[in-house]
């Protein structure tokens, strides 16, 4: 690779032994090879957590910028900045024919519909293309992974596992159109290897990461070259980078090791943590990675799926997550169901903070991102498509105006988020779902 200063082309790749590439950041040194009125472009992430949030915890009490937080949002209070919070919503309830309480929460998150079928045939795979693909449509250009989905489990494909239909509308959040629902990556070590390039099976796969030991390590030699090609605040944002990709290394190769130490045929297979805390922080550092990179502007992450028989003992609740959702309005059960969605926000304010401290231009990515977390359905216990928690991190590349506390009127549909959303990304939608129009923000 030669480069001069100042002329980075904006698509630099670091090559090494074996094959390994890896992505560069957005630099100021690519700036000058791109139009003259580029600018950082905008990122879009959709973060479903199931079985909602119970609303009394978690929207405030008053509307503006004085609004206090909640116990279940508090740890997001850091960024209160770049958040806005939106209270009133009516979340849809997908095809009522179809019952299916659950599937219709997250199959209708994105698209405002769920599933598009009738009882007459309940095994038809047809909903609507979901928001986030009408964003990819519009800001994926050039990124080698148009769109990523990523989540932590699987419902499974068994014959009357998902309420008899198919399980692909409690796996799938994201629809490339009204057929073509996209899989759900639940491996880290399998979305690691489509960002940076890996191919072949599992077993080639462990080899040539045994032979590299570590991506970084492969192209130590080419990074040098290019540092000396660059001014000190590109080598800051390059060696943030690259330390982050070294830590999810550091990551997946703990958990290959324990994985390794478990008798053949009594575990997930290669690069599926062991324990819920590592795979959503491994899985957040991906997606960071796969922005900061530019490997893809848009990523859907569910962190459990409706059904979800995860449990939590780490943090004191062993049972799993759909049943503590049931809280039966006692005080004991609705402590439990507000430590457990806590537990999500925490991790979510975790990946918020590595955003904020990314930069990216004159700002950070933060800043350029549009983050969408939330639910289904509002309190789980009754399964109430009413308040359910929206969330928007981050300033749309200043489209978006933080520290607000919204309460629309009337249940205003959802869907009318997700045109306000795709409008955000310049995306010329006309409907989606049950949409009225475009929420104001």
């Not at 405030?60 to 009133?88: C, W």
Request: with cysteine; aromatic share 6%.
């Amino acid at each position: 690779m030669i480069v001069t200063k100042k002329h980075l082309p904006r698509r630099t790749f670091l090559r090494g032994a074996l094959g390994a590439v890896v992505a560069m950041p957005f630099l100021d040194a690519m700036v000058p090879a791109l139009t003259a009125q580029a600018r950082r472009p905008l990122r879009f992430g959709a973060i479903y957590v199931p079985n909602g949030i119970y609303p009394q915890q978690w929207h405030p009490e008053t509307t503006g910028s004085a609004f206090e937080f909640k116990p279940i949002m508090q740890p997001l209070e850091p960024y209160r900045s770049h958040l806005v919070t939106i209270s009133g919503m009516k979340a849809p309830d997908g095809n009522p024919d179809m019952g299916g309480v659950h599937m219709g929460a997250s199959a209708a998150w994105l698209n405002g519909i769920g599933p598009d079928t009738d009882q007459a045939n309940y095994t038809i795979v047809k909903s609507r293309k979901s928001v986030d693909q009408f964003i990819a449509d519009k800001i994926a250009e050039d990124t080698p992974l148009r769109s990523l989905q990523v989540g932590t489990e699987d419902m499974g494909t068994s014959a009357g596992a998902c309420d008899g239909y198919p399980c692909v509308f409690f796996n799938a959040i994201s629809w490339r159109d009204d057929t073509s629902p996209l899989p759900v990556a639940v491996n880290p070590r399998v979305t690691f290897e489509r960002i940076f390039g890996e191919s072949g099976s599992a077993g080639r796969r462990l080899a040539n990461m045994r032979r590299k030991q570590s991506l970084l390590d492969s192209v130590a030699e080419e990074a040098g070259r290019l540092r000396r090609a660059l001014g000190p605040a590109d080598n800051a944002i390059l060696d943030e980078y690259l330390t982050n990709i070294r830590d999810v290394e550091a990551q997946l190769a703990r958990m290959d090791a324990r994985a390794a130490a478990v008798p053949e045929g009594a575990v997930a297979p290669l690069g599926i943590p062991d324990n819920i805390d590592d795979h959503l922080t491994v899985t957040y550092d991906l997606m960071l990675l796969a922005f900061q990179a530019d490997i893809s502007r848009v990523f859907t992450f569910m962190v459990g799926h409706e059904g979800s028989g995860r449990s939590y003992a780490h943090i004191g609740i062993p049972e799993p997550h759909h049943p503590v959702s049931h809280h039966g309005d006692t005080a004991e059960g609705i402590a439990k169901y507000a430590k457990l969605t806590t537990y999500h926000v925490a991790k979510l304010s975790e990946f918020i903070g590595k955003l904020q401290a990314a930069p990216d231009g004159d700002g950070t990515l933060l800043d350029r991102s549009v983050i969408y977390f939330g639910s289904g359905m509002g309190n789980g216990n009754a399964h109430d498509r009413n308040n359910p928690p929206v969330l928007l991190m981050g300033g749309a590349n200043g489209q978006l105006k933080g520290n607000r506390h919204i309460a629309v009127e009337k249940k205003e549909p959802t869907a009318n988020l997700l045109m306000t959303l795709a409008e955000y990304a310049g995306a010329d939608v006309e409907k989606i779902g049950h949409s009225t129009g475009r929420l104001s923000l």
